[in-house]
Protein backbone atom coordinates (compact mmCIF):
# COMPACT_ATOMS: atom_id res chain seq x y z
CA UNK A 1 0.00 0.00 0.00
CA UNK A 2 1.15 3.58 -0.87
CA UNK A 3 0.77 6.35 1.45
CA UNK A 4 0.52 9.85 -0.42
CA UNK A 5 -0.42 13.50 -0.87
CA UNK A 6 -3.85 12.90 -2.45
CA UNK A 7 -6.37 10.67 -3.94
CA UNK A 8 -5.16 11.39 -7.47
CA UNK A 9 -2.44 9.66 -8.87
CA UNK A 10 -0.76 11.73 -11.13
CA UNK A 11 -0.83 14.71 -9.04
CA UNK A 12 0.11 13.04 -5.38
CA UNK A 13 3.42 12.42 -3.89
CA UNK A 14 4.72 9.53 -1.74
CA UNK A 15 4.81 9.63 1.57
CA UNK A 16 5.44 6.06 2.83
CA UNK A 17 5.13 2.37 1.22
CA UNK A 18 3.82 -0.39 3.88
CA UNK A 19 4.04 -4.37 2.97
CA UNK A 20 2.80 -6.92 4.92
CA UNK A 21 4.38 -10.69 3.80
CA UNK A 22 2.25 -12.40 6.60
CA UNK A 23 -0.88 -12.28 8.00
CA UNK A 24 -0.35 -9.98 11.39
CA UNK A 25 2.87 -9.10 10.21
CA UNK A 26 3.41 -5.57 8.28
CA UNK A 27 5.91 -3.06 7.66
CA UNK A 28 5.87 0.75 6.94
CA UNK A 29 8.71 2.62 5.21
CA UNK A 30 8.11 6.53 5.25
CA UNK A 31 9.85 8.69 2.55
CA UNK A 32 11.24 12.22 2.68
CA UNK A 33 9.58 15.16 0.64
CA UNK A 34 12.65 15.93 -1.07
CA UNK A 35 12.03 13.73 -4.72
CA UNK A 36 15.73 13.03 -5.30
CA UNK A 37 15.58 11.08 -1.73
CA UNK A 38 12.18 9.41 -2.59
CA UNK A 39 13.57 8.50 -5.98
CA UNK A 40 16.98 6.53 -3.54
CA UNK A 41 14.62 4.47 -1.07
CA UNK A 42 12.60 3.79 -4.07
CA UNK A 43 14.94 1.95 -6.08
CA UNK A 44 15.98 0.20 -3.13
CA UNK A 45 12.63 -1.90 -3.67
CA UNK A 46 12.63 -2.01 -7.19
CA UNK A 47 13.91 -5.81 -7.27
CA UNK A 48 10.91 -6.55 -5.04
CA UNK A 49 8.23 -4.53 -7.09
CA UNK A 50 9.48 -5.96 -10.56
CA UNK A 51 10.16 -9.28 -9.67
CA UNK A 52 7.51 -11.25 -12.35
CA UNK A 53 7.57 -14.60 -10.20
CA UNK A 54 6.12 -13.06 -6.63
CA UNK A 55 2.37 -12.03 -6.70
CA UNK A 56 1.43 -8.38 -5.83
CA UNK A 57 -1.78 -7.57 -3.85
CA UNK A 58 -3.39 -4.85 -3.40
CA UNK A 59 -6.57 -2.80 -2.62
CA UNK A 60 -7.20 -0.58 -5.88
CA UNK A 61 -3.47 -1.71 -6.97
CA UNK A 62 -3.76 0.75 -10.17
CA UNK A 63 -4.03 3.24 -7.93
CA UNK A 64 -0.13 2.26 -6.09
CA UNK A 65 0.96 1.19 -9.30
CA UNK A 66 0.64 4.47 -11.24
CA UNK A 67 2.04 6.22 -7.99
CA UNK A 68 5.80 3.87 -8.77
CA UNK A 69 5.77 4.37 -11.67
CA UNK A 70 5.59 8.41 -11.04
CA UNK A 71 8.96 7.17 -10.13
CA UNK A 72 10.31 4.83 -12.58
CA UNK A 73 8.96 1.47 -10.92
CA UNK A 74 7.35 -0.76 -13.18
CA UNK A 75 5.24 -2.91 -10.65
CA UNK A 76 5.60 -6.59 -12.61
CA UNK A 77 4.39 -10.16 -11.97
CA UNK A 78 0.78 -11.80 -10.84
CA UNK A 79 -1.70 -9.15 -9.34
CA UNK A 80 -4.31 -9.38 -6.94
CA UNK A 81 -6.65 -6.61 -6.61
CA UNK A 82 -8.76 -7.53 -3.51
CA UNK A 83 -11.32 -4.27 -4.51
CA UNK A 84 -11.98 -5.90 -7.90
CA UNK A 85 -12.06 -9.38 -6.56
CA UNK A 86 -15.15 -8.02 -4.29
CA UNK A 87 -16.86 -6.21 -7.51
CA UNK A 88 -16.21 -9.85 -9.44
CA UNK A 89 -18.15 -11.46 -6.62
CA UNK A 90 -20.52 -8.18 -5.60
CA UNK A 91 -20.91 -5.86 -8.23
CA UNK A 92 -23.33 -3.87 -7.02
CA UNK A 93 -22.17 -3.13 -3.27
CA UNK A 94 -19.59 -1.07 -1.69
CA UNK A 95 -15.85 -2.42 -2.38
CA UNK A 96 -13.54 -0.27 -0.07
CA UNK A 97 -11.74 -1.78 2.28
CA UNK A 98 -13.23 -0.13 5.38
CA UNK A 99 -16.21 -1.94 4.43
CA UNK A 100 -15.30 -5.52 3.10
CA UNK A 101 -12.70 -5.47 6.87
CA UNK A 102 -16.01 -5.24 8.57
CA UNK A 103 -18.11 -7.84 6.37
CA UNK A 104 -15.45 -10.66 5.40
CA UNK A 105 -13.04 -10.27 8.86
CA UNK A 106 -15.64 -8.65 11.28
CA UNK A 107 -12.70 -6.00 12.05
CA UNK A 108 -13.16 -2.43 12.04
CA UNK A 109 -10.58 -0.43 10.85
CA UNK A 110 -8.67 2.68 11.36
CA UNK A 111 -10.61 5.64 9.41
CA UNK A 112 -8.60 8.11 7.43
CA UNK A 113 -10.23 11.19 8.83
CA UNK A 114 -9.12 10.45 12.16
CA UNK A 115 -5.80 11.35 11.22
CA UNK A 116 -6.14 13.95 8.21
CA UNK A 117 -9.72 15.17 9.35
CA UNK A 118 -13.19 15.71 7.38
CA UNK A 119 -13.22 16.81 3.62
CA UNK A 120 -12.82 20.28 3.54
CA UNK A 121 -9.96 23.17 3.56
CA UNK A 122 -8.94 22.32 6.81
CA UNK A 123 -7.86 18.39 5.61
CA UNK A 124 -4.49 17.63 5.99
CA UNK A 125 -2.97 15.70 4.01
CA UNK A 126 -0.24 12.28 4.77
CA UNK A 127 2.79 14.56 4.51
CA UNK A 128 1.40 16.90 7.55
CA UNK A 129 1.54 13.88 9.98
CA UNK A 130 4.60 12.67 11.21
CA UNK A 131 5.64 8.43 10.17
CA UNK A 132 4.76 7.48 13.99
CA UNK A 133 1.59 8.95 13.55
CA UNK A 134 0.89 7.01 9.89
CA UNK A 135 2.14 3.95 10.70
CA UNK A 136 -0.19 2.14 12.65
CA UNK A 137 -3.06 3.02 9.74
CA UNK A 138 -0.44 2.10 6.83
CA UNK A 139 0.42 -1.55 8.17
CA UNK A 140 -3.03 -2.23 8.57
CA UNK A 141 -3.71 -1.54 5.56
CA UNK A 142 -1.38 -3.85 3.79
CA UNK A 143 -1.89 -6.32 6.98
CA UNK A 144 -6.29 -5.98 6.08
CA UNK A 145 -5.35 -6.38 2.31
CA UNK A 146 -3.85 -9.56 2.67
CA UNK A 147 -5.93 -11.14 5.45
CA UNK A 148 -9.01 -10.17 2.27
CA UNK A 149 -6.62 -11.69 -0.56
CA UNK A 150 -6.66 -14.59 1.67
CA UNK A 151 -10.45 -14.92 1.73
CA UNK A 152 -11.88 -13.66 -1.50
CA UNK A 153 -9.95 -16.03 -3.48
CA UNK A 154 -11.81 -18.75 -1.56
CA UNK A 155 -14.92 -17.04 -2.52
CA UNK A 156 -13.57 -16.51 -6.19
CA UNK A 157 -13.04 -20.53 -6.22
CA UNK A 158 -16.12 -20.91 -4.82
CA UNK A 159 -18.74 -19.32 -6.73
CA UNK A 160 -16.69 -20.25 -9.97
CA UNK A 161 -15.46 -16.54 -11.18
CA UNK A 162 -11.72 -17.19 -11.18
CA UNK A 163 -11.23 -17.00 -14.88
CA UNK A 164 -13.50 -13.70 -14.74
CA UNK A 165 -11.33 -12.57 -12.31
CA UNK A 166 -7.61 -13.45 -13.02
CA UNK A 167 -8.09 -13.65 -16.87
CA UNK A 168 -10.05 -10.74 -17.57
CA UNK A 169 -10.20 -8.31 -14.68
CA UNK A 170 -6.50 -8.12 -13.52
CA UNK A 171 -4.81 -8.06 -17.01
CA UNK A 172 -6.75 -5.04 -17.36
CA UNK A 173 -5.07 -3.10 -14.47
CA UNK A 174 -1.87 -2.66 -16.13
CA UNK A 175 -3.25 -1.55 -19.20
CA UNK A 176 -5.25 1.06 -17.60
CA UNK A 177 -2.36 2.36 -15.59
CA UNK A 178 -0.44 3.11 -19.12
CA UNK A 179 -3.04 4.58 -20.21
CA UNK A 180 -3.85 6.57 -17.72
CA UNK A 181 -0.40 7.64 -17.34
CA UNK A 182 0.19 8.17 -20.60
CA UNK A 183 -2.95 11.04 -20.90
CA UNK A 184 -3.86 12.41 -23.75
CA UNK A 185 -2.79 15.82 -25.14
CA UNK A 186 -5.12 18.52 -25.65
CA UNK A 187 -5.58 21.81 -28.02
CA UNK A 188 -6.22 23.96 -26.31
CA UNK A 189 -5.99 27.54 -28.81
CA UNK A 190 -8.82 25.02 -30.38
CA UNK A 191 -10.99 24.94 -27.35
CA UNK A 192 -10.39 28.64 -26.59
CA UNK A 193 -11.98 29.33 -30.81
CA UNK A 194 -15.14 27.06 -29.90
CA UNK A 195 -15.35 28.43 -26.50
CA UNK A 196 -16.18 32.04 -27.92
CA UNK A 197 -18.19 30.32 -30.91
CA UNK A 198 -20.68 28.57 -28.80
CA UNK A 199 -20.75 31.77 -26.39
CA UNK A 200 -22.28 33.37 -29.38
CA UNK A 201 -24.58 30.93 -30.35
CA UNK A 202 -25.70 30.75 -26.63
CA UNK A 203 -26.76 34.78 -26.88
CA UNK A 204 -28.17 33.86 -30.52
CA UNK A 205 -30.79 31.10 -29.04
CA UNK A 206 -31.22 33.17 -25.74
CA UNK A 207 -32.87 35.95 -27.59
CA UNK A 208 -34.66 33.34 -29.59
CA UNK A 209 -36.01 31.82 -26.63
CA UNK A 210 -37.23 35.36 -25.07
CA UNK A 211 -38.85 36.09 -28.28
CA UNK A 212 -41.16 32.46 -28.48
CA UNK A 213 -42.02 33.21 -24.82
CA UNK A 214 -42.78 37.33 -25.17
CA UNK A 215 -40.66 37.78 -21.81
CA UNK A 216 -37.29 37.38 -20.47
CA UNK A 217 -36.25 34.71 -17.83
CA UNK A 218 -33.42 32.91 -16.39
CA UNK A 219 -33.72 29.95 -19.06
CA UNK A 220 -31.09 27.50 -16.40
CA UNK A 221 -33.78 28.02 -14.01
CA UNK A 222 -36.31 24.81 -14.06
CA UNK A 223 -39.01 26.83 -12.01
CA UNK A 224 -39.00 29.69 -13.96
CA UNK A 225 -38.98 27.33 -17.58
CA UNK A 226 -41.76 25.37 -16.16
CA UNK A 227 -43.87 28.87 -15.60
CA UNK A 228 -43.20 30.21 -19.19
CA UNK A 229 -44.05 26.57 -20.42
CA UNK A 230 -47.46 25.38 -18.61
CA UNK A 231 -48.29 28.99 -17.17
CA UNK A 232 -47.89 31.40 -19.69
CA UNK A 233 -47.34 29.51 -23.17
CA UNK A 234 -49.99 26.26 -21.69
CA UNK A 235 -48.30 24.13 -24.20
CA UNK A 236 -50.52 21.10 -22.46
CA UNK A 237 -53.27 21.35 -20.28
CA UNK A 238 -51.56 18.81 -17.08
CA UNK A 239 -48.23 19.11 -17.03
CA UNK A 240 -46.53 16.50 -14.50
CA UNK A 241 -45.20 18.52 -11.20
CA UNK A 242 -43.33 17.41 -8.25
CA UNK A 243 -44.23 17.27 -4.98
CA UNK A 244 -43.58 20.65 -4.06
CA UNK A 245 -45.97 21.74 -7.16
CA UNK A 246 -42.95 22.81 -9.09
CA UNK A 247 -43.39 21.56 -12.84
CA UNK A 248 -40.72 19.22 -14.21
CA UNK A 249 -38.70 20.32 -16.84
CA UNK A 250 -36.44 17.45 -17.54
CA UNK A 251 -34.77 16.55 -20.53
CA UNK A 252 -36.97 13.80 -20.83
CA UNK A 253 -40.66 15.43 -20.29
CA UNK A 254 -39.39 18.21 -22.48
CA UNK A 255 -38.07 15.66 -25.39
CA UNK A 256 -41.58 14.38 -25.51
CA UNK A 257 -43.39 17.91 -25.86
CA UNK A 258 -41.00 19.03 -28.57
CA UNK A 259 -43.50 18.51 -31.07
CA UNK A 260 -45.86 20.90 -29.10
CA UNK A 261 -44.22 24.28 -29.80
CA UNK A 262 -41.20 25.37 -31.00
CA UNK A 263 -39.89 27.13 -28.00
CA UNK A 264 -38.45 23.46 -26.38
CA UNK A 265 -36.30 22.43 -29.01
CA UNK A 266 -34.88 25.79 -28.40
CA UNK A 267 -34.49 25.40 -24.85
CA UNK A 268 -33.12 21.89 -25.29
CA UNK A 269 -30.44 23.28 -27.73
CA UNK A 270 -29.44 25.78 -25.42
CA UNK A 271 -29.00 23.66 -22.18
CA UNK A 272 -26.82 21.28 -23.94
CA UNK A 273 -24.63 23.70 -25.34
CA UNK A 274 -24.71 25.38 -21.86
CA UNK A 275 -23.34 21.33 -20.74
CA UNK A 276 -20.98 21.56 -23.44
CA UNK A 277 -19.49 24.44 -22.24
CA UNK A 278 -19.12 24.48 -18.63
CA UNK A 279 -18.45 20.50 -18.78
CA UNK A 280 -16.21 20.42 -21.33
CA UNK A 281 -14.80 23.25 -23.72
CA UNK A 282 -14.36 25.57 -20.24
CA UNK A 283 -13.46 22.57 -18.21
CA UNK A 284 -10.72 20.37 -20.09
CA UNK A 285 -8.07 23.03 -19.90
CA UNK A 286 -8.45 23.28 -16.40
CA UNK A 287 -7.70 19.95 -16.02
CA UNK A 288 -4.37 19.35 -17.98
CA UNK A 289 -1.64 18.12 -15.71
CA UNK A 290 0.94 20.95 -14.90
CA UNK A 291 3.70 18.38 -14.79
CA UNK A 292 2.55 16.35 -18.08
CA UNK A 293 0.81 19.08 -20.12
CA UNK A 294 -1.99 16.09 -20.73
CA UNK A 295 -5.31 14.97 -19.63
CA UNK A 296 -5.21 12.12 -17.21
CA UNK A 297 -8.74 10.57 -16.46
CA UNK A 298 -9.51 7.59 -14.70
CA UNK A 299 -11.29 4.85 -15.88
CA UNK A 300 -12.96 2.81 -13.06
CA UNK A 301 -13.52 -1.07 -13.05
CA UNK A 302 -15.45 -1.34 -9.92
CA UNK A 303 -18.06 1.26 -10.44
CA UNK A 304 -20.93 -0.09 -13.04
CA UNK A 305 -22.79 -3.56 -12.62
CA UNK A 306 -22.89 -4.28 -15.63
CA UNK A 307 -19.18 -4.75 -16.44
CA UNK A 308 -18.55 -1.91 -18.21
CA UNK A 309 -15.71 0.78 -17.24
CA UNK A 310 -16.57 4.54 -16.60
CA UNK A 311 -14.14 7.36 -16.51
CA UNK A 312 -14.07 10.28 -14.55
CA UNK A 313 -11.84 13.24 -13.64
CA UNK A 314 -12.66 14.08 -16.13
CA UNK A 315 -15.39 11.77 -17.80
CA UNK A 316 -14.44 11.39 -21.38
CA UNK A 317 -16.90 9.01 -22.11
CA UNK A 318 -20.03 11.37 -21.86
CA UNK A 319 -18.36 13.49 -25.19
CA UNK A 320 -21.22 13.84 -27.89
CA UNK A 321 -20.11 11.85 -30.64
CA UNK A 322 -23.13 11.97 -33.26
CA UNK A 323 -23.44 16.27 -34.02
CA UNK A 324 -21.48 18.29 -34.73
CA UNK A 325 -20.53 20.12 -31.58
CA UNK A 326 -19.52 17.12 -29.82
CA UNK A 327 -17.24 16.23 -32.74
CA UNK A 328 -15.59 20.09 -32.42
CA UNK A 329 -14.76 18.67 -28.79
CA UNK A 330 -13.40 15.60 -29.77
CA UNK A 331 -11.15 17.27 -32.51
CA UNK A 332 -9.42 19.58 -29.08
CA UNK A 333 -8.00 15.51 -28.82
CA UNK A 334 -4.57 15.47 -30.57
CA UNK A 335 -1.66 12.76 -30.76
CA UNK A 336 2.04 13.29 -30.25
CA UNK A 337 4.41 14.97 -32.49
CA UNK A 338 4.63 12.79 -35.18
CA UNK A 339 1.51 10.35 -34.25
CA UNK A 340 -1.63 9.68 -35.19
CA UNK A 341 -4.71 8.28 -33.35
CA UNK A 342 -6.06 4.67 -34.49
CA UNK A 343 -9.38 3.86 -32.95
CA UNK A 344 -11.36 0.24 -34.01
CA UNK A 345 -14.83 -0.51 -32.41
CA UNK A 346 -16.47 -3.90 -32.82
CA UNK A 347 -19.74 -3.31 -35.31
CA UNK A 348 -23.30 -3.80 -33.91
CA UNK A 349 -21.44 -6.05 -30.72
CA UNK A 350 -24.47 -6.11 -29.19
CA UNK A 351 -27.18 -6.99 -31.63
CA UNK A 352 -24.12 -9.77 -32.61
CA UNK A 353 -24.25 -10.96 -28.99
CA UNK A 354 -28.10 -10.87 -28.76
CA UNK A 355 -28.09 -13.31 -31.97
CA UNK A 356 -25.82 -15.48 -30.36
CA UNK A 357 -27.10 -15.74 -27.40
CA UNK A 358 -30.48 -16.81 -28.47
CA UNK A 359 -29.04 -18.68 -31.50
CA UNK A 360 -31.85 -17.15 -33.66
CA UNK A 361 -31.48 -18.02 -37.64
CA UNK A 362 -32.86 -15.13 -38.73
CA UNK A 363 -30.44 -12.82 -36.99
CA UNK A 364 -27.37 -15.12 -37.42
CA UNK A 365 -28.32 -15.26 -41.19
CA UNK A 366 -29.03 -11.28 -41.48
CA UNK A 367 -25.61 -10.39 -39.73
CA UNK A 368 -23.63 -13.63 -42.22
CA UNK A 369 -25.39 -12.23 -45.46
CA UNK A 370 -22.88 -9.24 -44.94
CA UNK A 371 -26.13 -6.84 -45.10
CA UNK A 372 -27.00 -3.91 -42.61
CA UNK A 373 -28.25 -5.33 -39.70
CA UNK A 374 -31.05 -2.21 -39.50
CA UNK A 375 -31.79 -2.37 -43.17
CA UNK A 376 -32.43 -6.70 -43.35
CA UNK A 377 -34.65 -6.33 -39.75
CA UNK A 378 -36.82 -3.90 -42.05
CA UNK A 379 -36.88 -6.00 -45.11
CA UNK A 380 -38.29 -8.77 -42.82
CA UNK A 381 -40.73 -7.04 -40.94
CA UNK A 382 -42.42 -4.85 -43.35
CA UNK A 383 -41.85 -8.31 -46.29
CA UNK A 384 -40.38 -6.23 -48.59
CA UNK A 385 -36.67 -6.56 -50.98
CA UNK A 386 -34.15 -4.75 -48.74
CA UNK A 387 -33.25 -3.20 -51.48
CA UNK A 388 -36.79 -1.28 -51.32
CA UNK A 389 -36.23 -0.48 -47.44
CA UNK A 390 -36.23 3.52 -46.82
CA UNK A 391 -34.41 5.65 -44.32
CA UNK A 392 -37.84 5.54 -42.42
CA UNK A 393 -38.51 2.43 -42.48
CA UNK A 394 -34.44 1.65 -41.76
CA UNK A 395 -34.37 4.30 -38.61
CA UNK A 396 -37.78 2.30 -37.52
CA UNK A 397 -36.06 -1.31 -37.76
CA UNK A 398 -33.01 0.11 -35.80
CA UNK A 399 -34.72 1.70 -32.91
CA UNK A 400 -36.82 -1.44 -32.81
CA UNK A 401 -33.69 -3.48 -32.81
CA UNK A 402 -31.91 -1.43 -29.69
CA UNK A 403 -34.92 -1.53 -27.72
CA UNK A 404 -37.20 -4.46 -28.34
CA UNK A 405 -34.62 -6.14 -27.02
CA UNK A 406 -34.21 -4.60 -24.25
CA UNK A 407 -37.57 -4.87 -23.13
CA UNK A 408 -39.32 -1.36 -24.15
CA UNK A 409 -42.57 -1.23 -23.85
CA UNK A 410 -45.30 -0.11 -26.57
CA UNK A 411 -45.94 3.02 -25.38
CA UNK A 412 -41.86 3.62 -24.89
CA UNK A 413 -41.24 2.60 -28.37
CA UNK A 414 -44.06 4.57 -29.61
CA UNK A 415 -42.82 8.03 -27.62
CA UNK A 416 -38.66 7.46 -29.22
CA UNK A 417 -39.93 6.65 -32.37
CA UNK A 418 -42.39 9.51 -32.66
CA UNK A 419 -45.75 7.45 -33.74
CA UNK A 420 -49.13 5.76 -32.76
CA UNK A 421 -49.02 3.21 -30.20
CA UNK A 422 -50.45 0.93 -32.85
CA UNK A 423 -47.78 1.29 -35.36
CA UNK A 424 -45.20 0.72 -32.35
CA UNK A 425 -47.32 -2.39 -31.68
CA UNK A 426 -47.54 -3.59 -34.85
CA UNK A 427 -43.51 -2.95 -35.47
CA UNK A 428 -42.85 -5.21 -31.98
CA UNK A 429 -45.30 -7.95 -33.17
CA UNK A 430 -43.26 -7.96 -36.49
CA UNK A 431 -40.27 -7.67 -34.68
CA UNK A 432 -40.85 -11.33 -32.60
CA UNK A 433 -42.62 -12.61 -35.82
CA UNK A 434 -39.18 -11.84 -37.81
CA UNK A 435 -37.00 -13.37 -34.54
CA UNK A 436 -39.10 -15.63 -33.11
CA UNK A 437 -35.82 -16.71 -31.12
CA UNK A 438 -35.48 -13.82 -29.57
CA UNK A 439 -38.64 -13.37 -27.49
CA UNK A 440 -38.15 -16.98 -26.33
CA UNK A 441 -34.66 -16.09 -25.13
CA UNK A 442 -35.46 -12.35 -23.56
CA UNK A 443 -38.58 -14.72 -21.65
CA UNK A 444 -35.74 -17.36 -20.53
CA UNK A 445 -33.73 -15.01 -19.19
CA UNK A 446 -36.15 -13.45 -16.90
CA UNK A 447 -37.38 -16.83 -16.03
CA UNK A 448 -33.50 -17.73 -15.04
CA UNK A 449 -33.53 -14.70 -12.61
CA UNK A 450 -36.41 -15.41 -10.96
CA UNK A 451 -34.79 -19.05 -10.52
CA UNK A 452 -31.67 -17.95 -9.49
CA UNK A 453 -31.76 -14.31 -8.29
CA UNK A 454 -29.11 -13.59 -11.11
CA UNK A 455 -28.34 -13.59 -14.80
CA UNK A 456 -24.86 -14.24 -16.56
CA UNK A 457 -22.53 -13.07 -19.28
CA UNK A 458 -21.08 -15.14 -21.59
CA UNK A 459 -18.23 -15.31 -19.00
CA UNK A 460 -19.57 -16.01 -15.98
CA UNK A 461 -20.14 -12.27 -14.86
CA UNK A 462 -23.15 -12.11 -12.14
CA UNK A 463 -25.92 -9.47 -12.51
CA UNK A 464 -27.90 -9.59 -9.21
CA UNK A 465 -31.75 -9.27 -9.60
CA UNK A 466 -33.47 -8.96 -5.82
CA UNK A 467 -36.10 -7.55 -7.49
CA UNK A 468 -37.01 -9.92 -9.72
CA UNK A 469 -39.82 -11.54 -7.56
CA UNK A 470 -41.10 -7.94 -6.48
CA UNK A 471 -44.71 -7.53 -5.98
CA UNK A 472 -44.83 -3.72 -6.86
CA UNK A 473 -44.84 -4.37 -10.85
CA UNK A 474 -42.44 -0.88 -11.47
CA UNK A 475 -39.88 -2.44 -10.02
CA UNK A 476 -40.43 -5.85 -10.74
CA UNK A 477 -40.70 -4.89 -14.75
CA UNK A 478 -37.09 -2.76 -14.27
CA UNK A 479 -35.35 -5.94 -12.89
CA UNK A 480 -36.77 -8.10 -15.53
CA UNK A 481 -35.50 -5.39 -18.48
CA UNK A 482 -32.34 -6.12 -16.62
CA UNK A 483 -32.55 -9.37 -16.23
CA UNK A 484 -32.42 -9.14 -20.50
CA UNK A 485 -30.21 -6.38 -20.70
CA UNK A 486 -27.42 -7.96 -18.17
CA UNK A 487 -26.03 -10.62 -20.30
CA UNK A 488 -25.88 -8.68 -23.56
CA UNK A 489 -24.21 -5.74 -22.16
CA UNK A 490 -21.81 -7.16 -20.08
CA UNK A 491 -20.85 -9.65 -22.79
CA UNK A 492 -20.06 -6.24 -24.84
CA UNK A 493 -18.14 -5.28 -21.98
CA UNK A 494 -16.01 -8.32 -21.34
CA UNK A 495 -15.65 -8.72 -24.73
CA UNK A 496 -13.61 -5.04 -25.54
CA UNK A 497 -11.75 -5.80 -21.89
CA UNK A 498 -10.41 -9.12 -23.77
CA UNK A 499 -9.54 -6.79 -26.69
CA UNK A 500 -8.19 -3.75 -24.48
CA UNK A 501 -5.74 -6.22 -22.55
CA UNK A 502 -4.51 -8.40 -25.79
CA UNK A 503 -3.60 -5.72 -27.84
CA UNK A 504 -0.88 -4.11 -25.82
CA UNK A 505 0.77 -7.84 -25.84
CA UNK A 506 3.78 -8.47 -27.99
CA UNK A 507 1.76 -11.35 -30.17
CA UNK A 508 -1.15 -9.29 -31.42
CA UNK A 509 1.53 -7.18 -33.53
CA UNK A 510 -0.59 -3.90 -32.74
CA UNK A 511 3.05 -1.87 -31.11
CA UNK A 512 3.25 -0.59 -34.67
CA UNK A 513 4.24 2.76 -32.91
CA UNK A 514 3.97 4.34 -29.20
CA UNK A 515 1.99 2.97 -26.23
CA UNK A 516 -1.35 2.82 -26.01
CA UNK A 517 -2.44 6.18 -24.67
CA UNK A 518 -6.46 6.55 -24.17
CA UNK A 519 -9.12 3.51 -24.20
CA UNK A 520 -12.73 3.59 -24.72
CA UNK A 521 -13.34 7.34 -25.33
CA UNK A 522 -16.84 6.31 -26.09
CA UNK A 523 -16.62 2.47 -24.94
CA UNK A 524 -16.33 -0.05 -27.10
CA UNK A 525 -13.91 2.45 -28.98
CA UNK A 526 -10.12 1.62 -28.23
CA UNK A 527 -7.53 4.58 -29.32
CA UNK A 528 -4.02 4.15 -29.84
CA UNK A 529 -1.17 6.69 -30.36
CA UNK A 530 0.67 5.16 -33.58
CA UNK A 531 3.80 6.85 -35.56
CA UNK A 532 2.47 8.13 -38.44
CA UNK A 533 5.64 7.52 -40.25
CA UNK A 534 5.34 3.87 -40.14
CA UNK A 535 1.98 4.05 -40.98
CA UNK A 536 2.60 6.10 -44.24
CA UNK A 537 5.70 3.95 -45.38
CA UNK A 538 4.09 0.57 -44.45
CA UNK A 539 0.09 0.60 -44.50
CA UNK A 540 0.51 -3.18 -44.35
CA UNK A 541 1.76 -3.33 -40.72
CA UNK A 542 -2.01 -1.73 -39.87
CA UNK A 543 -3.66 -3.75 -42.37
CA UNK A 544 -1.49 -6.91 -40.09
CA UNK A 545 -2.13 -5.64 -36.84
CA UNK A 546 -5.81 -5.45 -37.74
CA UNK A 547 -6.41 -8.99 -38.81
CA UNK A 548 -3.83 -10.40 -36.08
CA UNK A 549 -6.19 -9.15 -33.27
CA UNK A 550 -9.26 -11.37 -34.94
CA UNK A 551 -7.49 -14.35 -35.34
CA UNK A 552 -8.02 -16.82 -32.80
CA UNK A 553 -4.22 -17.25 -31.61
CA UNK A 554 -4.62 -13.92 -29.89
CA UNK A 555 -8.09 -15.15 -28.00
CA UNK A 556 -9.58 -11.43 -28.98
CA UNK A 557 -13.39 -12.49 -30.18
CA UNK A 558 -13.85 -11.79 -34.17
CA UNK A 559 -17.10 -10.92 -35.74
CA UNK A 560 -18.31 -12.93 -38.92
CA UNK A 561 -18.51 -9.42 -40.44
CA UNK A 562 -15.15 -9.57 -40.55
CA UNK A 563 -14.30 -12.96 -40.84
CA UNK A 564 -15.76 -13.04 -44.58
CA UNK A 565 -12.90 -11.55 -45.84
CA UNK A 566 -10.53 -14.53 -44.45
CA UNK A 567 -10.77 -18.23 -44.94
CA UNK A 568 -11.40 -18.74 -41.06
CA UNK A 569 -14.08 -20.91 -40.35
CA UNK A 570 -17.51 -19.69 -38.54
CA UNK A 571 -18.67 -22.25 -35.96
CA UNK A 572 -21.21 -19.80 -34.26
CA UNK A 573 -21.24 -15.58 -34.31
CA UNK A 574 -19.21 -14.85 -31.92
CA UNK A 575 -15.45 -17.14 -31.95
CA UNK A 576 -12.26 -17.17 -29.87
Known amino acids: DTETTGTEPMDAELVGMSFSDAENRAYYVPVPAEREEVLKIVNEFRPL????????????????????QNYGVQVKGKLFDTMLAHYVLQPELRHNMDYLAEIYLHYQTIHIDELIGARGKNQKNMRDLSPEDVYRYACEDADVTLKLKNVLEKELKKQGAEHLFYEIEMPLVPVLVNIESNGVLLDTEALKQSSQHFTVRLQEIEKEIYEMAGETFNISSAKQV???????????????????????????????YRSKHDIIGKILEYRGLKKLLSTYIDALPQLINPRTGRIHTSFNQAVTATGRLSSSNPNLQNIPIRDEDGKEIRKAFIPDTGCEFFSADYSQIELRIMAHLSEDKNMIDAFLSGHDIHAATAAKIYKIDINDVTADMRRKAKTAN???????????????????????????????????????????????????????????????????????????????????????????????????????????????????VAGTLNSPITLFNLQSESNRSNPFQIQFAHQNIRRPHCRIFFIHQSCQKESIPKPSLLTY
Open 49 to 68: FENEKSMKVGQNIKYDMIIL
Open 402 to 516: FGIIYGISVFGLAERMGVSRQEAKELIDGYFETYPQVKEYMDKSIQVARENGYVETIFHRKRFLPDINSRNGVVRGYAERNAINAPIQGSAADIIKVAISHARTPESRLWVGKQL
Open 226 to 256: GEVLFDKLKIVEKAKKTKTGQYVTSEEVLQS
